[in-house]
């Protein structure tokens, strides 16, 4: 079992940057991919970014614009997320993600390959 804990959200003016973390626990938490989800309320749970276990692999949708960037750091068993130029278009809860895998090397992409999540860490960007 892997747990995420995350944390960083709150109340950001637009225009700001922030720094979203996820301490991740369990076995083999450092040997899996690593990713982080958002979703606003009547909407569905998208991607932002994903890592691979080592962190040299990132993938981030075609629609995130280069605003965000992930990284991780396996000695902390943490992730993180940067949001630069924050939109009020970015409130969301943000959710970091394991994958099912324990042993790929890739960077998890899609939304089933996620089997552990976390339960959220909200952020609101006010205009």
């Known amino acids: 079992q892997v747990q995420l804990v995350e944390s960083g959200g709150g109340l950001v003016q637009a225009g700001g940057s922030l720094r979203l973390s996820c301490v991740a626990s369990?076995?083999?938490?450092?040997?899996?991919?690593l990713g982080w989800f958002r979703q606003a309320p009547g909407q569905a749970r998208e991607l932002v970014a994903a890592i691979s276990r080592s962190g040299q692999s990132t993938y981030y949708p075609n629609s995130q614009e280069g605003r965000f960037t992930i990284n991780r750091d396996n000695a902390k068993s943490t992730v993180y997320l940067e949001i630069h130029s924050l939109k009020p278009e970015d409130t969301a809860v943000y959710y970091c993600?394991?994958?099912?895998?324990?042993?790929?090397?890739?960077?998890?992409?899609?939304?089933?390959?996620?089997?552990?999540w976390g339960q959220g860490t909200q952020l609101t960007v006010s205009p």
């Open positions: 369990g076995r083999t938490s450092n040997t899996r991919g």
């Open positions: 993600a394991a994958s099912r895998s324990a042993t790929s090397y890739t960077v998890p992409s899609d939304l089933d390959e996620f089997a552990y």
